[in-house]
């Protein structure tokens, strides 16, 4: 299975702050990469698909860089709904895969 | 609405069996695959498997940790997903998410998530 790293797997932020999440595939996953944001007790919420196509209604501060073996997720000016923990999911193979998530705290 | 609820969550012992449903409406269900994802306490996102529209063939993937253990199946003319359990142990304890594939285009996601349901397994 394609194995995905996420760094830091936390962070400590402030509002407004610009904040950058990487992940790293163990091979090659081309454009195959999404962005979910999971807050305590729901269920994820898709951000980002394609490596950096935004999710219609998702605000413009979210964005997606990357590709083959290095993404990056990036929110400039962090708002207080922002506070979550975020993962990346490799689509390219048939068996998808998660990062471990980076959590996102004040 | 778009709309995905999950049911059949509860206490299980070790070694034992569980059906999960996953009933959706507000969209063309058997337009869809259909993902099973899970989430054990304090831990991250675990895919656990697929189920592919008639198109295919309704074929099934699985991940390797419940590959022989677990069963996807899907009823399109009630709209529903399952999620056949056995041998069920300790490590299989999670919130188990129904989630909806968007294979429209080239890329595929999982747009659509239910609530999940809660499944223990401990003796």
């Known amino acids: 299975d394609i194995q995905m790293t996420q760094s830091p797997s936390s962070l400590s932020a402030s509002v407004g702050d610009r904040v950058t999440i990487t992940c790293r595939a163990s091979q090659s996953i081309s454009s195959y990469l999404n962005w979910y944001q999971q807050k305590p007790g729901k269920a994820p919420k898709l951000l980002i698909f394609a490596a950096s196509i935004l999710q219609s209604g998702v605000p413009s501060r979210f964005s997606g860089s990357g590709s083959g073996t290095d993404f990056t997720l990036t929110v400039t000016s962090l708002q207080p709904e922002d506070f979550a923990t975020y993962y990346c999911?490799?689509?390219?193979?048939?068996?998808?895969?998660f990062g471990q998530g980076t959590k996102v705290e004040i | 609405e778009v709309q995905l609820v999950e049911s059949g969550g509860g206490l299980v012992q070790p070694g034992g069996s569980l059906r999960l449903s996953c009933a959706a409406s507000?969209?063309?269900?058997?337009?869809?695959?259909m993902d099973w994802v899970r989430q054990a306490p304090g831990k991250g996102l675990e895919w656990v498997g697929r189920s592919r529209h008639k198109l295919k063939s309704y074929t099934t993937e699985y991940a390797a940790s419940v590959r022989g253990r677990f069963t996807i199946s899907r009823d399109d003319s009630n709209n529903s997903l399952y999620l056949q359990m056995s041998s069920l142990k300790t490590v299989d304890t999670a919130v188990y998410y129904c989630?909806?594939?968007?294979?429209?285009?080239?890329?595929?996601?999982?747009?659509?998530w239910g609530k999940g349901t809660t499944v223990t397994v401990s003796s």
């Open positions: 989630t909806r594939l968007n294979t429209g285009g080239y890329y595929y996601f999982m747009d659509v």
């Open positions: 999911q490799q689509t390219y193979s048939v068996v998808w895969t």
């Open positions: 507000g969209f063309t269900f058997s337009d869809h695959y």
